[in-house]
C-alpha cells in the first residue's frame, strides 16, 4: 500500500505495555500516523490536580521514542482521564476532585501553548450511567476544555457515552463557547456520520468492517477510524490489534468498498485539518 495514508485516531502506549513495539507492528502493516491520546498510567497515580501534568510527560516521553524508532506520524492528545471524576471523588469529595480535573485541563492546554501536545484529549464524561453530580462535575470541566481549545484552535477528543442525543449535546455546548462542533471529535462513536446526526460533530469510529460499510453506505466520508488500541499487558486481547486500520483500509481498497479518494480523505485530509493547525 505504498504512499496509501493509514490513520488510527485512538492509540494509547504504555510505558508497561508494547508501546513503540506495537507501533512498529502498525507500521509494518502499513500505518502512517496515529493520534496518541494519554492514559491514567499506574507509574504516576493522581493523588493531586498537578499529577496530571506528571502523567502526560510519560505520554511525550513515548512519544518522543516512538518517532526516534519509526516514521510514524503522531499527533499527541493529552488531557484528564473523565471516567476518574468517579474514583476521585470517592476518595477526596466531589469539589477536590473537579478541582482536580480542572487543573489537569489547564494544564494540558498551558502544555499545548507550548507545542508539547497538538489535541485535548481524552476528555469528557463518564461513558456509562453514573449519578448526575458526577456528570455536571465532568460537564463543567469539559466545558473548560472548550473554551481552552476555541482559545489555542486545537481540537477535543471525547470520551462519553454514545447515545442517540450524545452528538447534540457536544454540539450544543462548543456552540455556547464559539468553538466549531467539527472541532468536538467523539471517540468511539457509532456510525453516525451525517450531518442530521452529528450536529457537526467529528465522528472517529471503531475500525470494524461494519462500522465502515455503514458509515460509507450514508453517502459520506466525513468521519475517521480507531482502535482504541489499550497496550495494557492485563488486558491483551481486549481491543482492537495495532495492526486493524491498516488491515481494514486495505481491505477497504482491495473490496472495492472504498477508493484511494476516500482513503485520503479519512486517513489524511481529516487528520491533517485537525492536528495541523
Ligand atoms: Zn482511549
Excluded: W
Amino acid at each position: 500500500m505504498d504512499k496509501v495514508p493509514v490513520y488510527d485516531n485512538h492509540f494509547h502506549m504504555s510505558p508497561a505495555g508494547r508501546n513503540v513495539d506495537a507501533l512498529l507492528e502498525f507500521q509494518a502493516a502499513g500505518g502512517t500516523g496515529i493520534t496518541l491520546v494519554t492514559l491514567p498510567y499506574a507509574e504516576v497515580p493522581i493523588t493531586k490536580g498537578s499529577d496530571f501534568e506528571e502523567s502526560f510527560k510519560i505520554t511525550y516521553d513515548l512519544a518522543r521514542k516512538a518517532r526516534e524508532r519509526t516514521d510514524v506520524e503522531i499527533n499527541v492528545a493529552v488531557g484528564p482521564y473523565p471516567v476518574l471524576i468517579i474514583p476521585l471523588s470517592e476518595k477526596y469529595g466531589l469539589e477536590a476532585a473537579e478541582e482536580m480535573l480542572m487543573q489537569g485541563m489547564e494544564d494540558a492546554a498551558k502544555d499545548i501553548a507550548e507545542g508539547k501536545a497538538c489535541a485535548i484529549g481524552e476528555v469528557g464524561r463518564p461513558h456509562f450511567p453514573t449519578e448526575q453530580r458526577y456528570v455536571d462535575a465532568a460537564n463543567r470541566v469539559l466545558q473548560r476544555g472548550m473554551e481552552l481549545g476555541k482559545e489555542l484552535d486545537v481540537p477535543l477528543i471525547i470520551h462519553c457515552e454514545s447515545e442517540d442525543h450524545t452528538d447534540r449535546s457536544l454540539s450544543e455546548m462548543a456552540r455556547k463557547v464559539g468553538l466549531d462542533p467539527g472541532m468536538v471529535i467523539k471517540h468511539s462513536s457509532p456510525p453516525l456520520v451525517t450531518e442530521e446526526e452529528t450536529f457537526g460533530v467529528m465522528p472517529s469510529m471503531p475500525a470494524s468492517k461494519s462500522n465502515i460499510k455503514t458509515a460509507l453506505g450514508k453517502g459520506t466520508t466525513r468521519f475517521m477510524i480507531e482502535t482504541d488500541y489499550i497496550d495494557d499487558p492485563a488486558k491483551p486481547t481486549s481491543i482492537m490489534a495495532p495492526a486493524t486500520v491498516p488491515n481494514k483500509v486495505r481491505q477497504m481498497l482491495g473490496s472495492g468498498m472504498a477508493d484511494e479518494e476516500v482513503v485520503c480523505r479519512i486517513c489524511k485530509d481529516i487528520p491533517d485539518s485537525l492536528y495541523h493547525r
